[in-house]
């Protein structure tokens, strides 16, 4: 395939579908400038298994002669996160934007690999979220790890994806056979300010039930938390069954929103 493709085609292709997608009249828009990285699928992406679920799948499982994984990050709005700060349940508008963004990530998905498609390349991807096993609480394709082997973003303590624009907001990925050039927009070790050896913790203390530990995250008390809240808050109501939404340990802290 003769057909070059570089990061700043897609870094362009995304900017402008935003664009367009932020002012239409049917949309409330959430967000803020998407970001975006591209990295080969070469052996890096082996850490995986050892890093997330033991069953992890290669770029290569999801799609035979993949060359390059091609990450997302689709940042919210400051004001959204401002709305979700107080108290210990979430807003109606972060459940809004929840399902807002999850319809958006899979919108922008379908924009990238159609332009590879028509450029001759192959393309696959997964869904936003709810891909994960019940019991493990772990996915087989986790777009936050493959935006940190991808230079997208680093962990903190809160066990989210912290990107340039901050933790608030949320991820897309798709391998393709297109060989795109590795296009990181972090190299530094850490962007958690405590990893970082300064005061912080923050996220600990947001955390209504205590979930976020300096030593990790517990899954399960999140989980048991986000079903909570989806059954029997009232700001939820008519919502889809799927919307399992917190999210304060991503809003009014220093990493919530950079850049
Ligand atoms: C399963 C899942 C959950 C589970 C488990 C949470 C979790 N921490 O993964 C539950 C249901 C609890 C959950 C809750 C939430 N989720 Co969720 N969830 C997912 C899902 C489907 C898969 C994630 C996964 O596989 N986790 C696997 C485990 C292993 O991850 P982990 O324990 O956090 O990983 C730790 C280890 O890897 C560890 N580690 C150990 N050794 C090593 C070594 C190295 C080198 C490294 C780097 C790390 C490392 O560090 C990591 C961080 O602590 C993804 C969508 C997807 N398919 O990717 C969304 C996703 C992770 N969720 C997301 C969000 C936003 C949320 C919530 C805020 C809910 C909300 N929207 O209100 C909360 C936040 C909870 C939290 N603080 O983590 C976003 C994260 C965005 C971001 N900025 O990172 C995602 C990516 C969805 C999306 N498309 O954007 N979620
Ligand atoms: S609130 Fe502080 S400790 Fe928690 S993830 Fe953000 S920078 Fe790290
Ligand atoms: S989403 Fe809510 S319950 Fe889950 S870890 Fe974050 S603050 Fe705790």
Not at 93 to 104: F, G, I, K, Q, R
Not at 201 to 221: F, H, M, T, W, Y
Request: charge should be negative.
């Amino acid at each position: 395939m003769d057909v070059e493709i570089t990061p700043r085609n897609l870094r362009d292709l995304v900017t402008a579908f935003m664009r367009e997608y932020q002012v239409r009249p049917d949309i409330r828009n959430w967000w803020r400038a998407p970001l975006l990285v591209t990295a080969r699928a070469d052996e890096r992406f082996d850490v995986l298994p050892a890093i997330a679920a033991e069953n992890h799948l290669s770029p290569s499982d999801l799609l035979p002669g993949a060359e390059t994984v091609i990450v997302f990050f689709l940042s919210f709005q400051q004001s959204l996160g401002r709305e979700n700060d107080g108290g210990k349940f979430p807003c109606r508008n972060w459940a809004l934007a929840y399902e807002a963004t999850n319809e958006l990530i899979g919108l922008m998905a379908e924009q990238i690999a159609a332009y590879l498609v028509e450029r001759g390349f192959k393309v696959a991807q997964t869904p936003a979220t709810h891909n994960f096993d019940p019991e493990k609480l772990a996915a087989r394709w986790s777009h936050k790890h493959l935006a940190f082997v991808s230079g997208l973003g680093r962990f903190g303590i809160n066990a989210q994806m912290i990107t340039p624009a901050g933790c608030a907001g949320r991820l897309g990925s798709l391998v393709t056979n297109a060989v795109i050039a590795d296009s990181p927009l972090v190299e530094e070790d850490e962007l958690c300010l405590y990893k970082r050896g300064e005061a912080c913790l923050k996220c600990v203390d947001r955390c209504p039930v205590q979930a976020v530990e300096e030593s990790g995250i517990n899954r399960q008390r999140c989980w048991d938390r986000l079903k909570f809240n989806r059954i029997h808050l009232d700001a939820l109501a008519g919502m889809q069954d799927s919307t399992h939404v917190c999210g304060k340990c991503v809003v009014d802290l220093p990493c919530s929103f950079t850049g």
